[in-house]
C-alpha cells in the first residue's frame, strides 16, 4: 500500500532523496531550493541515511563537487535555484559533455534582474540547450514521481546524461498538498544501486575525464552526446513503464488533458496547469465548447513529432511561456511548438503568450480569455498580435 502524506515539493525531494540514499550530495543554499539540502543535512544528522554531503562555498563549488563525485562512480546529486543555477553555468555544459549521471532538483525561479525571488522559468529554459534532460512537474505529487525515475534515466547505459527536474518555486515547492509516497523497499528494488562500468578512480583502468578536445574530436563528442539525448526518449517511456507498474501512475512526454476531441488548446509547462483544467471543466460546462490542453512534462529531449501529433486536429493552439527569450518573436515553448507544427504540416493557427514572469498571477479567467481568442483566430484566420503578455499592467 501506498503512503499517504502531505508534504510540500521540497519535502517531496528531499524524501525521495532520503529513499534513494545518494553517494554524495554537495550543496549550497538558495531560495527557494535551500530546504532540500536542509532536510537531507537533517536525514543524514539523524541517522536516517548515509549520504555523504559536502557543504560548499558557492553553486560553482556545488556542480563542481557534484561532477567530481559522479565521475569516481558516485551516485551524485545537488540542488539550486535561479542565479545559483547560472553560477554553475560552466559546469553544467561540463556534466552533459563528460556524460555523467547527475541528478539536480531545481526549483525554478526567476533570474535577475531586477531581483525577484518567485516562479519563472527563465533559469532552466537558459539552460535548456547544455545536453541536460529536463523533465518538469505539475505537482507536488509529480515532482516527487519525476525524481524517483530521473537517476535510472540518467544512468541506463544508452543515455549517461545528467538530468534537471524542474518544479516552480514556492508555488509547489512550499505549498503543502497531499501526496502518496512509494514505500522504501519498492524504492530501493526500483532504483538499485549505480554499478558504473567505467569511472574515473577505477585502479584497474585508465581514464581521461574531461580532456582537452582539439577540432578533430570536439565535434564527435557533440554527436554523441545527441545520441544519448536521441537514446534518452525511449529510456524515459521505459522508466515510466517501470513507475506505471509500481505505482499504478502513469507518465509520458507529456499529458493531454480533454485533448481527444478539443478544437482549441493550450500548451503549457508547469504548476499553472491546474489552474487552465480549472478553466477547461468551466467553459465545457457551461458552454460545450470542446478546448483541450497539452501539458509537456519533459522538454529536453523535445518531443517534437509526438506533440505535433497530438495537436493535429484542433483548429487553433496558445503556447503559454513562462520565461522570456528576447528573440522579439515569442518564447523558447512558443518557438520549438511552432517549428514542430510547421515541421509536420500542421494547419492549426498558433499564437504564443508570456505569462507568470517573476511570479505573478495567471487565472482562470486568463484562460477563459486565452480560449475566447483562440476561437476567434481560428475563424478568422487572423493573429493580432503573436507575442501578448497576459496580465501585463497597461
Not at 540547450?129 to 525524481?147: H, K, L, R
Not at 488548446?265 to 471543466?281: D, L, M, N, Q, R
Not at 483541450?292 to 483548429?315: C, T
Request: hydrophobic residues 40%; glycine residues 6%.
Amino acid at each position: 500500500m501506498a503512503v499517504r502524506e502531505r508534504l510540500s515539493g521540497n519535502e517531496a525531494v528531499a524524501y525521495a532523496i532520503k529513499q534513494i540514499n545518494p553517494d554524495v550530495m554537495p550543496a549550497f543554499p538558495i531560495t527557494p531550493s535551500t530546504e532540500i539540502p536542509q532536510y537531507v543535512a537533517n536525514y543524514i544528522a539523524n541517522g536516517e541515511i548515509d549520504t555523504e554531503f559536502i557543504p560548499v562555498e558557492s553553486e560553482h563549488s556545488a556542480m563542481s563537487a557534484t561532477v567530481g563525485a559522479s565521475a569516481a562512480g558516485a551516485r551524485a546529486l545537488t540542488a539550486t535555484s535561479s542565479c545559483g543555477m547560472a553560477l554553475m553555468w560552466e559546469e553544467l555544459y561540463v556534466a552533459a559533455s563528460n556524460r555523467l549521471p547527475i541528478v539536480l532538483a531545481l526549483v525554478n525561479r526567476a533570474l535577475s534582474g531586477p531581483i525577484n525571488i518567485n516562479a519563472d522559468h527563465s533559469d532552466s529554459m537558459g539552460a535548456r540547450d547544455s545536453g541536460w534532460i529536463q523533465i518538469y512537474a505539475e505537482s507536488n505529487q509529480e515532482v516527487y514521481d519525476n525524481f524517483l525515475q530521473a537517476f535510472l534515466i540518467a544512468e541506463h547505459k544508452d543515455v549517461m546524461l545528467p538530468v534537471m527536474v524542474c518544479q516552480d518555486g514556492f508555488i509547489t515547492s512550499h505549498g503543502v498538498e497531499n501526496i502518496l509516497l512509494v514505500e522504501d523497499h519498492l524504492v530501493k528494488e526500483f532504483v538499485g544501486e549505480r554499478e558504473p562500468e567505467h569511472y574515473l578512480l577505477n585502479p584497474n583502468e585508465t581514464l581521461a575525464v574531461g580532456p582537452y578536445a582539439v577540432s578533430c574530436y570536439y565535434m564527435e563528442t557533440k554527436r554523441g552526446q545527441r545520441q544519448a539525448m536521441i537514446n534518452a526518449r525511449k529510456v524515459i517511456l521505459e522508466v515510466a513503464e517501470r513507475f506505471h507498474a509500481m505505482t499504478g501512475r502513469q507518465y509520458g512526454f507529456f499529458e493531454a488533458y480533454r485533448l481527444e476531441d478539443a478544437e482549441y488548446a493550450v500548451v503549457i509547462i508547469g504548476s499553472a496547469t491546474g489552474t487552465c483544467k480549472a478553466a477547461i471543466e468551466q467553459i465545457r460546462n457551461t458552454t460545450g465548447k470542446k478546448v483541450g490542453l497539452l501539458k509537456i512534462r519533459v522538454f529536453r529531449p523535445f518531443p517534437e513529432v509526438e506533440i505535433a501529433a497530438a495537436l493535429a486536429h484542433v483548429k487553433a493552439v496558445a503556447i503559454l511561456d513562462r520565461s522570456e527569450m528576447f528573440s522579439a518573436t515569442g518564447g523558447p515553448l512558443g518557438a520549438e511548438v511552432r517549428a514542430a507544427l510547421y515541421q509536420a504540416k500542421g494547419t492549426a493557427e498558433t499564437v504564443n503568450y508570456l505569462y507568470g514572469l517573476g511570479g505573478r498571477d495567471i487565472t482562470v479567467e486568463d484562460f477563459c480569455q486565452v480560449y475566447e481568442n483562440l476561437e476567434k483566430i481560428a475563424k478568422e484566420h487572423k493573429i493580432t498580435d503573436m507575442y501578448e503578455y497576459i496580465g501585463l499592467r497597461k
